[in-house]
């Protein structure tokens, strides 16, 4: 019972364009959005988060917007470089210390 | 400084023997957390430390799976008579607190049950 979800496993994105990576989530007590970057054979690491009282935060290139209402969340990148080429998480807590995570998005950013 | 480590980096085991995975997180962490990512699926929420203690063990699959920690630092996760289906990516990560501090993941072990 997947409670956040990825539905593209993969985004192909020309360098200087922007990257849309999409997660929806299931469980209306979220309050906890965040966003992981993985390169092969290390661990997640953090990117961005947001909060449910926001609809958006910018870090940078980096961008995350919330849809609470349609139980939504993506992340924007602008513009896109080949260094930004990983799997990306989205993650969701509700308050009880346990964070669900989606299965991921491999981002290739083509120069 | 240096980060979460994690050992070993990889570990192939025969069906029905135990295992043991180790996670050294980074020093001053009060909190840790274990997660699998077994093939093409998310992280998956095993059970989270604050210092030694684990409040929920929910996320643990099965009784065949049990985590310590010691003097707030190391911890264990053992998994007892493996099983196929155990194969997976185990990820330690460590936070200065428990609730949204950041997590600082290490490089995970790669456990494959034949």
């Known amino acids: 019972d997947q409670q956040v979800k990825q539905n593209s496993p993969s985004l192909s994105v020309q360098e200087g364009r922007i990257s849309i990576l999409n997660c929806d989530y299931t469980n209306s007590m979220f309050d906890y959005f965040l966003w992981y970057k993985k390169y092969p054979a290390e661990g997640p690491t953090f990117l961005i988060s947001?909060?449910?009282?926001?609809d958006k935060n910018e870090d940078g290139r980096f961008t995350v917007f919330l849809n609470k209402s349609a139980k939504h969340l993506s992340l924007h990148i602008v513009p896109s470089q080949p260094g930004d080429s990983a799997v990306y998480f989205c993650a969701a807590e509700a308050n009880f210390n346990k964070f669900y995570f989606g299965s991921g998005t491999k981002l290739n950013v083509k120069p | 400084g240096a980060g979460v480590s994690q050992s070993p980096s990889n570990k192939v085991t025969e069906k029905g023997k135990d295992v043991e995975l180790r996670c050294d997180p980074i020093s001053g962490h009060t909190a840790l957390y274990w997660y699998r990512q077994s093939l093409g699926q998310g992280l998956e929420f095993l059970i989270y430390f604050q210092g030694n203690s684990a409040p929920d063990k929910s996320g643990l699959p099965s009784d065949r799976f049990s985590a310590e920690r010691t003097g707030g630092s190391v911890s264990t996760l053992t998994i007892q008579r493996t099983q196929q289906e155990d194969s997976a990516v185990y990820l330690c990560a460590s936070s200065l607190a428990i609730g949204r501090e950041t997590q600082y993941f290490g490089p995970g072990t790669r456990l494959l049950v034949l």
């Open positions: 947001i909060s449910s009282i926001k």
